[in-house]
């Protein structure tokens, strides 16, 4: 059974500064992995999605990379700014099976 | 083109009752994925299900749970007797053709509260 694990726990920055999220997941058999970020009370919206075959995959200021040799993917996150303040969520997919996720907090 | 629709948003129960949770993936998607989320905690797995068949039930509990996913129709996640531990955010996911190989898109989730 897939075990991921999401570091840190929590995090909070101020405005405009770069940071990185991190993944990593026990099975490296994967076949694709996805970062998602959850409002609190809402659903899960999908940011990224990195096939088995890729490394990375980037959008708008979000740039997701994963390594299956070492179990590890990281969410790296250009000029943070407060609408970023969610909690961040991965899944590999085999059984997409979550992380407990990192909880950002970008204080203006 | 509609997303992945939950309902009821709310829904409230006392001990004993049965609760129905339905979702209705996105257009053209046939792989459904139940998720159960407690007050602070993650997201945790409860059942797959492709049309008409459980594919990995892995996460569901032995008793009073069970889930189907018609040919026709919303998937139904069953809860039945209700008990205050199962209060919770359940979320259901959809996702495409190839299960591998495609976003899973989530639907706002059914609150559930036992009194």
């Known amino acids: 059974k897939q075990e991921v694990t999401q570091i840190p726990a929590a995090l909070s920055v101020p405005e405009g500064e770069n940071l990185v999220l991190n993944c990593s997941f026990t099975d490296s058999a994967i076949y694709n992995l996805q970062w998602f970020r959850q409002d609190p009370g809402k659903g899960l919206t999908s940011l990224l999605l990195?096939?088995?075959?890729?490394r990375e995959q980037t959008s708008g200021r979000l740039n997701a990379s994963l390594d299956k040799s070492s179990g590890r993917s990281t969410l790296y996150i250009a000029a943070s700014q407060p609408g970023d303040s969610a909690t961040y969520l991965c899944?590999?997919?085999?059984?997409?099976?979550f992380g407990a996720g990192t909880r950002l907090t970008v204080k203006p | 083109n509609a997303g992945v629709m939950q309902n009821p948003r709310h829904l409230v129960r006392r001990r004993g009752q049965e609760a129905r949770l339905r979702c209705s993936p996105m257009k053209g998607h046939s792989h459904v994925y139940w998720y159960r989320q407690l007050p602070e905690e993650g997201l945790k797995f409860m059942v797959y299900?492709?049309?008409?068949?459980?594919?990995?039930e892995s996460g569901m509990p032995k008793e009073r749970f069970s889930a189907e996913f018609p040919k026709e129709g919303p998937s139904i996640l069953r809860i039945q007797q209700v008990v205050r531990g199962d209060s919770a955010a359940y979320f259901c996911a959809s996702s495409g053709q190839e299960r591998r190989k495609e976003k899973l898109f989530f639907g706002s989730g059914t609150q559930l509260s036992v009194l």
């Open positions: 990195i096939q088995s075959s890729q």
């Open positions: 299900l492709q049309k008409e068949n459980i594919i990995d």
């Open positions: 899944a590999g997919f085999n059984d997409m099976r």
